[in-house]
């Protein structure tokens, strides 16, 4: 079973609503990019892994675990009684080649990091981490490539070993069905879990001025919108969301674009440029956030991870629907 959802990366969330309100540089875009094929490939696995099932185990999936005074992020953990077998997965396309600790690429070079030592040091510290705890637990792992079209060429049987390719996936997955876990698997996951922190390495922030405020359509990104009385509808493309909609949509933003910076009524109704009437918002911020302070210095907190969580954890609670034309 999946113990943590896979929620998409805070530095993908971060250059999403950037670049909806301002031009990426081509470093961001290139990046943007680069996260989105990442999350592709990882939803990809987690849906071969699912309709393979894995009811009998324990799976932690992008954790980041702070073991020796450093944190490690983990795509996937798979505990069961056997230990752990850690998958990172790499949603790699294209011919490549592997030779020693050299990755090429065909027709683009030498790849910068190697995979395989990645893997390597990953493992070895969850190792570490069960000799402190005085548990000694198995732990292996596989390189995990989910693209149909990523091509492996490689002379050296100890690259093959580690790795696993999309048309061998639903096999290893059900390599697992053998395994279960009882109360040794729930010690390790429970040592896991006593190791979970935050992701540290997300620090992206921009001043409150620097971007465009505003709402925008959520199907095609347009600001064009035309104020109806509890929705907006989009001029460009016709969808039209309620107005409830676009604020959290709001919120989300203002989460990942200005971090720390308080978000205030105020603050909001600048951000939204004005769209949605004052109480509507505070309405919003109610119902979205916690809140801080009393009053005229009252302060939100956005309660959910992003705007996907909220809008399906609030899905029930919304009286006006979305209409999004693709
Ligand atoms: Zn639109």
Known sequence: MFITIRKKPEELLFLNALGRRTALSVYDADKLNRLEIGMTGEREYDRIFGDAGHNGLYIYRDIYLKIENSVTQYDTLIISESGIVVNEIKNFTGDYRVAGSMWTREGSGPVPDD?????????????RLGTAHGMNFDVSGKLVFP????????????????????????????????EYSG??????????????????YFKQRVEFDSVRHGLYCGGCGSFKLEKHQFHLRCQTCG????NETHLVRAMSD???LFGPLEMTSRRMTEFTGGMVNYRTVLRA???????HGQKKSTSYEFKYYDFEEAMIKERSNRKYKDYIKK
């Open 115 to 127: 995979a395989l030592s990645q893997l390597r040091r990953a493992v070895g510290k969850l190792m």
């Open 147 to 178: 693209n149909e079209s990523f091509r492996l060429f490689s002379n050296e049987e100890n690259v093959w070993k580690q790795v696993v390719l999309r048309v061998d996936l639903r096999q290893y997955f059900g390599g697992f069905r053998n």
């Open 183 to 200: 109360t040794y698997a729930s010690q390790v996951a429970d040592i896991i879990e006593r190791h979970i922190v935050p992701n540290p």
């Open 239 to 242: 969808s039209r969301e309620s």
């Open 254 to 256: 203002f989460k990942y």
């Open 285 to 291: 911020l109610a119902k979205y956030c916690y809140s």
